[in-house]
C-alpha cells in the first residue's frame, strides 16, 4: 500500500475536455466534415513547467 499511496502522490492532476462539431454547420450529418477537439489541462503546473516523457507498451521509447 505504501507503494501506490507513493506512485500516487507523484501522478499530475488532468483536466480533459473534448468538443465535436462541424465547421459551417448547426447541426451534424453523416456526410459532413467532423472536428474533433480535445484540450488538456495540467491544474496543478505553473506556465513555465510541462509534462514530460510518456512510455508505454505502443511507443516502448520515451516521447514528448
Known amino acids: 500500500m505504501n507503494d501506490v499511496e507513493a506512485l500516487i502522490r507523484v501522478l499530475p492532476v488532468v483536466n480533459v475536455t473534448a468538443r465535436a462539431y462541424t465547421e459551417g ?7 459532413d466534415a467532423i472536428t474533433l477537439e480535445f484540450t488538456i489541462k495540467y491544474p496543478n503546473f505553473s506556465e513555465k513547467e ?14 514528448k
Open 25 to 31: 454547420e448547426m447541426e451534424m450529418t453523416m456526410s
Open 50 to 63: 510541462f509534462p514530460g516523457y510518456a512510455h508505454s507498451e505502443r511507443f516502448p521509447f520515451l516521447k
